[in-house]
């Protein structure tokens, strides 16, 4: 996991008119959450959120690309605020930095083939070169940066990598202040997110695990259109026996996002205008309150507490 801006951004020292709270929000979802909260970002003058809050999106590194489930995403967001707190790294996360290093400095771009290579490479290296095994603590970052991007320069000519990555390696971890910040955990309860079984229910742990931790669980049951959904008083009128069922539609759709199409035409999950919903928040905010906010019942009820965050973001300062 990392934030969503350039490794010079995440280790300058602040202003003292910058930030002075921020929060975290971490998607299940890596295209929908990720537009509507930008656009919250953008206007979050207009909607009532002080300007000194910054908002800050966790993104997935090359090893956790098309992760879903929110268990296995809490789990490695704690795990890097560890190495983060404890100052140490693991030779995947290591990995991971590199991989956001060259994606950052566009000597990978587009090209997965070419990703996928390189980063087979390099666990190749760690594993039979240094025997070591994705969860080893790395004892030396300089030394160890040093022997990958080596390789990295013989196999694929891989060329303007600073003499001192290592350093910006070492500052790549989250800059998440505990004492202050605000991690926020943002999923849907659909019947795919969640493993539920009554030796392993997955919505409790990460519910008690965000508790102890003092992270926010933001939940939306059905899907995140549900949330979108609530920007209109039509959602009132909507069947809700369906919404919760959430039931294919066509081949592609099911019924909140082909309900939501049918309100706000032209959306999609990978693009839409955002803002023209962000502007209706308080509606949306009203309108939440028909449904569940309880985040324990949100297992199983229809609803969503993305309007209470929303409001606490509010309040903040």
């Known amino acids: 996991m ?35 909260f930008n656009a919250v970002c953008s206007l979050r003058e207009d909607i009532g959120i002080n300007p000194l809050i910054e908002l800050i999106p966790i993104i997935r590194s090359f090893s956790e690309e098309g992760w879903s489930n929110p268990k296995k995403i809490l789990d490695r967001v704690i795990e890097n605020l560890r190495e983060s707190k404890e100052q140490f790294v693991s030779y995947e996360s290591l990995l991971n930095r590199i991989m956001d290093y060259l994606y950052e400095t566009k000597i990978i771009t587009t090209s997965k083939v070419l990703a996928r290579s390189i980063w ?43 003499e001192d990555i290592s350093e910006i ?27 539920s079984t009554t030796e392993n229910n997955q919505y409790q742990y990460v519910l008690n695990k965000c ?15 549900f949330w979108l959904l609530l920007h209109f008083d039509e959602v009132l009128t909507l069947d809700k026996e369906k919404l919760l069922d959430n039931p294919k539609v066509t081949a592609k759709r099911r ?14 999950k ?7 919903l962000v502007k209706r928040i308080d509606k949306a905010i009203e309108n939440e309150k028909e449904f569940c906010e309880d985040i324990e019942e949100l297992e199983c009820a229809i609803g969503s507490n993305v309007g209470k965050l929303i409001a606490k973001m509010r309040q903040e300062l």
């Open 270 to 276: 990978s693009f839409y205008h955002a803002e023209t």
């Open 120 to 162: 087979k490479t390099m666990k190749q290296t760690c594993v039979q070169q240094l025997q070591k095994s994705m969860g080893d603590v790395v004892e030396n970052v300089e030394n160890t940066c040093a022997e990958l991007i080596d390789v990295l320069e013989r196999e694929y000519e891989v060329v303007n990598i600073v």
């Open 255 to 268: 019924y909140a996002e082909d309900e939501l199409r049918k309100i706000y035409p032209g959306y999609k």
């Open 211 to 225: 508790q102890e931790m003092g992270f926010h669980f933001c939940v939306t049951n059905p899907c995140f259109e």
């Open 169 to 195: 390696i070492k500052d790549g971890g989250l800059t998440y202040d505990e004492g202050l910040d605000q991690i926020c955990l943002i999923v849907d309860r659909d019947k795919n997110s969640f493993i």
């Open 2 to 36: 990392r934030e969503s801006r350039t490794f010079a951004e995440r280790t300058k020292v602040l202003k003292s008119d910058e930030a002075i709270k921020k929060y975290f929000l971490i998607y299940e979802g890596s295209d929908t959450e990720v537009i509507y």
